[in-house]
C-alpha cells in the first residue's frame, strides 16, 4: 500500500466525520442531501459484501466496518433522529435516472459475471455518480455551509488521491483497473464542478 492510497482513504474518513460532526453538533441536517448519503451507504454495501469471503488485512478489514457503520449511522441521523431539519423540498434529485443506468452498465461492463463481481462494479460506478444529488441541491439553493464545503473538499481531495494512487501502482506494479480508473475520474471531475458552482454562487 503507498502513501497516496493511505492518505486518500484518510481524507474520505476525515470527509464522513466532518459530516456526521456537523450534524451532531449542530443538530441539523440542512443543506446535507439525504439522497446522495443514501447512495453512498449502498455504495458501500455492494462493495463491502466480501467481508464474509476476503481476508485482505486488518486495515482494510477496520476501515470497511468503518465506513458501513458511519455510512448507516449518517443516513439514520438524516431520515430518524434529526428529520425534522431535512430539507427534503431540495433534495428532490431523482434518484433512478443514476441507478437504472449505472446497474445496466454493470451487467455490460465488468472483470467477470458472477454476483460479487457486479455487485462490487456497480458501486464503483454508483460512487462515481452519488454526489450529484449533493451538488444538484447546492445548484438549486444557490448556497452552502462551511462545513458542508469542507466535506466536499475533502471528497474531492480523497478521489484526487486515488488517481495518484493509480498512477503510482501503475508505475510500479503494472497494475491497471480501466472501470476504477475511469469511474475515478468521472467522479472527480464532478467535484471539479462543486468547486466551480461554490466560487460562482
Partial sequence: ???????GDLSHLLA???????????KSCAGISGKSQILFALVFTTRYLDLFTI??????????????LC??????????????TFDSENDSFRLEFLLVPVTGLSFLENHSFTPLEILWTFSIYLESVAILPQLFMISKTGEAETITTHYLFFLGLY????????????HTENFYDQIAVVSGVVQTIFYCDFFYLYVTK
Fill in 16 to 26: 464522513i466525520i466532518i459530516l456526521l460532526m456537523k450534524i451532531l453538533k449542530s
Fill in 159 to 170: 478521489r484526487a488521491l486515488y488517481i495518484a494512487n493509480w498512477v503510482w501502482r501503475y
Fill in 71 to 84: 455510512a448507516y449511522v449518517t443516513v439514520y441521523m438524516i431520515y430518524v433522529r434529526f428529520r425534522k
Fill in 1 to 7: 500500500m503507498n502513501i497516496f492510497r493511505i492518505l
Fill in 55 to 68: 481476508f485482505i488485512s486488518v486495515y482494510n478489514t477496520v476501515m470497511k466496518v468503518i465506513f458501513l
